[in-house]
């Protein structure tokens, strides 16, 4: 099918207007393309690793190490998708080196993740360009701490609460098209999926 505007348009979900290279907490979630159950499995309210798993998480704590404003937070990997909560700290001009990489902003750092874990998943599966990774991600800027304190806590109750999540396949068989997550005025998060 030939390129069509009217039809191959993608409208973006991040904040118009918002530097998502200032100093800040970001809430992120990552799918696997078709909500394939990629990244391991849970059993008994606990998430089991596979390889590719081990590679995503390999390629999270390497974060750091490229990006030096780069704090890592809470962090979850599921079956087919992952949480985490990613921190902007502000550079010092000690900290400033000029020889290594520009200070980089949540989207270069999400694509980033996407991409050499999915380049690793891909040579442990032996495969060339398959997509991983669905093509966007979600994110929410994290405002305060009361907000920081229950998404932490969203992430480390999401494997005991597989069996009754929209992401999970065997729950709902058909895929969402939308995620949109919330934090209303007393901080209850409410992630709302779209068909």
């Known amino acids: 099918m030939a390129y069509n505007p009217r039809v191959h348009?993608?409208?973006?979900?991040?904040l118009q207007g918002y530097d998502y290279t200032q100093p800040g907490k970001y809430f992120v979630t990552i799918c696997?393309?078709?909500?394939?159950?990629?990244?391991?499995?849970?059993?008994?309210?606990?998430?089991?690793?596979?390889l590719y798993g081990e590679s995503v998480k390999t390629n999270w704590d390497?974060?750091?190490?490229?990006?030096?404003?780069?704090?890592?937070?809470?962090?979850?990997?599921?079956?087919?998708?992952?949480?985490?909560?990613?921190?902007?700290?502000e550079e010092t001009?000690?900290?400033?080196d000029t020889s290594k990489i520009r200070h980089q902003g949540l989207p270069e750092i999400v694509r980033a993740l996407k991409t050499s874990s999915a380049t690793r998943i891909n040579q442990l599966r032996k495969v060339k360009?398959?997509?991983?990774?669905?093509?966007?991600?979600?994110?929410?800027i994290i405002r305060n701490?009361?907000?920081l304190a229950k998404i932490r806590q969203y992430i480390v109750d999401n494997p005991v609460m597989w069996d009754k999540d929209n992401l999970n396949k065997s729950v709902n068989?058909?895929?969402?098209k939308q995620i949109n997550a919330q934090v209303d005025p007393d901080n209850h998060i409410s992630i709302t999926l779209h068909w």
Not at 69 to 88: K, Y
Request: with cysteine; hydrophobic share 40%; glycine share 6%.
């Open 145 to 147: 701490e009361d907000a």
């Open 32 to 50: 696997v393309s078709k909500r394939e159950h990629l990244l391991g499995h849970i059993q008994n309210g606990e998430m089991h690793l596979n």
């Open 173 to 176: 068989s058909k895929f969402t």
């Open 9 to 14: 348009h993608r409208r973006s979900i991040r």
């Open 129 to 140: 360009g398959i997509s991983v990774w669905q093509r966007g991600y979600y994110e929410h």
């Open 93 to 96: 001009a000690e900290a400033v």
């Open 62 to 89: 390497y974060l750091p190490k490229i990006y030096p404003h780069v704090e890592l937070d809470a962090f979850i990997i599921m079956p087919n998708h992952i949480h985490c909560i990613i921190v902007l700290k």
